[in-house]
């Protein structure tokens, strides 16, 4: 049972910084690409980040130079570090990742940037 579960959410500060971790289980976390997503209310989701199983990353304009997406094989942990947070970047936060052709997602954690 392929299972993801996210964490590290919050209320920041514009500016400020936060770290999301996904955890992964039930599958060989190192032979799939992984990709961080996000979900504001009455929007669809949309990609932040993707990382492959050989390390390539790619990223949304919008946060191109500000966040940044890295895995840890060992841990089966995928994380997504935010800087220079916005209050656009406000949403819910989900990992996935695609297996037999089935995509999987988190539970999600929320994100919220405000003064």
């Known amino acids: 049972q392929v299972q993801l579960v996210e964490y590290g959410g919050g209320l920041v500060q514009p500016g400020g910084s936060l770290r999301l971790s996904c955890a992964a289980s039930?599958?060989?976390?190192?032979?799939?690409?992984m990709a961080w997503y996000r979900q504001t209310p009455g929007k669809q989701r949309e990609l932040v980040a993707i990382i492959t199983s050989g390390g390539h990353t790619n990223y949304a304009d919008s946060v191109k130079g500000r966040f940044t997406i890295s895995r840890d094989n060992t841990k089966n942990t995928v994380y997504l570090q935010m800087n220079s947070l916005k209050p656009d970047d406000t949403a819910a936060y989900y990992c996935?990742?695609?297996?037999?052709?089935?995509?999987?997602w988190g539970q999600g954690t929320q994100v919220t940037v405000s003064s």
């Open positions: 996935k990742t695609n297996v037999d052709f089935r995509d999987y």
């Open positions: 039930g599958i060989t976390f190192s032979s799939y690409d």
